[in-house]
C-alpha cells in the first residue's frame, strides 16, 4: 500500500517512517505546513527535513507556496481554534496530494507528538479521507516519542522548540508579568 505522509518536521518523521516501513507499507512524505512563522524558522525545518530524507531514503514533495497568510487569516479573531483549522489545513492539502498523485492512504507525522490533539486529527482526517476518497491511516506513534527525541538528538538533527506557528511560539518563549 502506498501512503502518503504528510510530514511536518525531521524530527517526528522518524518514528512513523519506521513503523510504517516497518508495516510494509511504501511511503512518500508530504512537506505543507504554511503556520510555521517565522519564515527562517519555516526553511530551517525544511533544510533539516531534506537532510534527514536524503539520509532515510524517504522521496518527499513539498508545496510550492509559503501560505503564511491564509493561516493568518484562517485562525484570526479565532486564535483559541487555531490548531483545529491548522490540523484542517494540512490534512487536506495532504489528502488532495494523495489522490491527484494515486496513493492508497494518507497519513500524518503530527501522530507522533504527545503535543497534539490526537482525536481531532484522527477525526478530521477521517472525514477528508470519506470526502475526498483517500483513506486516513491512524497510528497512535506517542509511546515512541522517547525514542525518536533520543535518535534525532543522536542524529544532530535541528530541534525546534514549538509547534511552528507564532502563537505557539508566543506561548513558549513569553511568560505573563516577566
Do not use: F
Given at each position: 500500500m502506498k501512503v502518503l505522509l504528510h510530514t511536518c518536521c525531521a524530527n517526528c518523521a522518524?518514528?512513523?517512517?519506521?513503523?510504517?516501513?516497518?508495516?510494509?507499507?511504501?511511503l512518500s512524505g508530504f512537506f505543507y505546513n504554511p503556520n510555521i512563522?517565522?519564515?527562517q524558522e519555516y526553511l530551517r525545518r525544511k533544510d533539516t527535513l531534506e537532510t534527514y530524507a536524503q539520509g532515510a531514503g524517504l522521496d518527499i514533495m513539498y508545496a510550492n507556496e509559503?501560505?503564511?497568510e491564509e493561516f493568518l487569516r484562517g485562525v484570526a479573531f479565532r486564535e483559541h481554534e487555531r490548531?483545529?483549522?491548522?490540523?484542517?489545513?494540512?490534512?487536506?492539502?495532504?489528502?488532495?496530494m494523495a489522490k491527484r498523485e494515486g496513493f492508497d492512504a494518507f497519513t500524518t507525522t503530527l501522530l507522533y507528538s504527545r503535543h497534539q490533539n490526537h482525536l481531532l486529527i484522527k477525526e478530521m482526517g477521517e472525514n477528508?479521507?470519506?470526502r475526498i476518497s483517500v483513506p486516513f491511516y491512524y497510528e497512535d506513534f506517542r509511546k515512541w516519542?522517547?525514542?525518536?527525541?533520543?535518535?534525532?538528538?543522536?542524529?544532530?538533527?535541528?530541534?525546534?522548540?514549538?509547534?511552528?506557528?507564532?502563537?505557539s511560539e508566543k506561548e513558549r518563549y513569553w511568560r505573563k508579568g516577566k
Open positions: 522518524i518514528v512513523p517512517l519506521r513503523r510504517l516501513r516497518e508495516a510494509g507499507l511504501q512563522h517565522p519564515y509559503y501560505d503564511l490548531c483545529r483549522y491548522c490540523y484542517h489545513s494540512r490534512l487536506e492539502a495532504t489528502a488532495q477528508l479521507g470519506e516519542w522517547q525514542e525518536g527525541v533520543n535518535e534525532s538528538k543522536a542524529m544532530g538533527l535541528y530541534r525546534q522548540h514549538y509547534c511552528g506557528c507564532i502563537y
